[in-house]
């Protein structure tokens, strides 16, 4: 049994052909690949896109959706062992999982870092513990990373460029700024799907502060080794963007403050001018801008660079549908 939790669990051949059958959905969005079949989606965070797109995807292919949310319609989870259950949660993930795997054939899994302690937050506890126990596959709809976001934006850099070939192509992954200290997650996976695909890319991040946890660069050295593409680390605005095909924006908190964000938000107020505008976009080699959604306008980016014809936003967001389709129907095989 194949769990869907991070695209580095899969190999290049395996995403190729997950990307070509999001290609191929996205022409013919209905089929058959769960007739009979159904998805639960376990939320313990909101969503938009998520929710919709899967459970549209599961509609469209002849399946069903049940959404669950613990702790509002569903009762409240506990993850750890030797735990003695006299407070808030009803029941244990042990249980939990086995019983959800014997009505359904999917278990999607939303649950954010709790923002306390990184140290335990990089475990991903709970969507481990849904995948250690349930008997069907498991697919991660974001937790410290966000593998549906990856293919559902290099879908979109494919279709933007021609080519299913990225090599050779200069890429940004700009930090931003935003009031609250969000999830490194899309960051993460950013980081890890650019390198796998052979793109040039640069991490720039105010300070060395907001370097993302060193998993996730060791994965990008790793990838690099293997695509022939580059990875740099940069401070530097102008450098940075100079010359860039693909510009993705997202915003962080600084992982040496993580639980302790008092601290850190002077430091992140330092660095709104890390907005992307037109004056950086400029600078770029025409090049493209995306982010995941949602995005506060005129804070991450203007109106003018997400109202860009250079903006691929949309392109990405629509991509999630097809590629959770294409993750659905091959975890069903």
Request: glycine content about 6%; hydrophobic content about 45%.
């Amino acid at each position: 049994m194949k769990h869907f939790l991070n695209t580095q669990d899969w190999s290049r051949t395996d995403l190729d052909a997950l990307l070509a059958q999001a290609a191929a959905f996205k022409r013919e969005k209905w089929g058959d690949a769960m007739k009979g079949r159904a998805i639960a989606l376990v939320f313990f965070n909101p969503s938009m896109r998520t929710r919709t797109s899967f459970e549209l995807g599961a509609f469209q292919l002849g399946g069903h959706a049940v959404v669950l949310q613990p702790g509002k319609d569903a009762w409240p989870i506990e993850f750890d062992f030797g735990t003695v259950m006299d407070g808030e949660a009803e029941e244990h993930i042990a249980e939990v999982a086995r019983v959800l795997a014997r009505y359904v054939d999917l278990i999607g899994v939303r649950a954010f870092p709790k923002f306390q302690d990184w140290t335990q937050d990089r475990e991903d506890k709970v969507l481990r513990a849904f995948a250690k126990y349930s008997t069907v596959p498991v697919i991660n709809m974001e937790t410290i990373t966000h593998p549906c976001q990856e293919l559902a934006h290099v879908l979109a850099l494919q279709e933007h460029f021609g080519t299913t070939d990225l090599r050779g192509k200069k890429y940004v992954l700009t930090w931003t700024y935003h009031p609250k200290p969000l999830n490194t997650a899309v960051a993460n996976s950013a980081l890890t799907i650019a390198t796998r695909f052979g793109l040039d890319v640069t991490l720039l991040c105010p300070t060395p502060e907001y370097v993302l946890d060193e998993r996730y660069l060791g994965w990008a050295q790793a990838n690099v080794a293997e695509s022939g593409g580059s990875f740099t680390i940069s401070h530097d605005i102008a450098s940075a963007y100079r010359g860039a095909d693909v510009v993705y924006a997202k915003s962080w908190g600084a992982l040496p403050y993580f639980g302790n964000w008092a601290a850190e938000k002077p430091i992140r107020d330092q660095y709104k001018h890390f907005i992307v505008d037109e004056a950086k976009m400029a600078l770029t080699n025409d090049g493209v801008f995306s982010h995941c959604l949602p995005l506060r306008r005129n804070v991450k980016a203007t109106d003018a660079v997400m109202d860009s014809p250079r903006c691929i936003a949309i392109d990405e967001a629509e991509n999630r549908l097809h590629v959770q389709k294409a993750i659905m129907a091959a975890l069903l095989r």
